[in-house]
């Protein structure tokens, strides 16, 4: 129900675009996080935007690097990724509260995931 793309392999110090697509319903009122999981560790919460306001939030350790939006006309929430190191590589998913929470408090509740897209950073 939600559909991640924008993976790939990358050099460190490179950049890429994530995207976030629904299928069968819209984003504009739900706060939508971002997440990763690397192999053999458990997924952590990467970004968070909320429904109304916009108001982001970011983990601090891609803080300064990452940056999250939202087109709600495209119904797509993107995740733009700088300055891409090794220990970024993960699958990277997108997730809403299936309860429609609309702010990001909670975000690492949230238990609506997609499928993921893979994210590798060459050293």
Known sequence: QLVESGGGLVQSGGSLRLSCVPSGFKLDYYAVGWFRQAPGKEREGVSCISSSDNTTFYEDSVKGRFTISRDNAK???????????????????????????????????????GKGTPVTVSS
Request: charge should be negative; charged fraction near 15%; hydrophobic fraction near 30%.
């Open 75 to 113: 119904s797509t929430v993107y995740l733009q990724m700088n300055s891409l190191k090794p220990e970024d590589t993960a699958n990277y998913y997108c997730a809403v509260d299936s309860h429609g929470v609309g702010i990001c408090t909670y975000y690492k509740n949230m238990d609506l995931l």
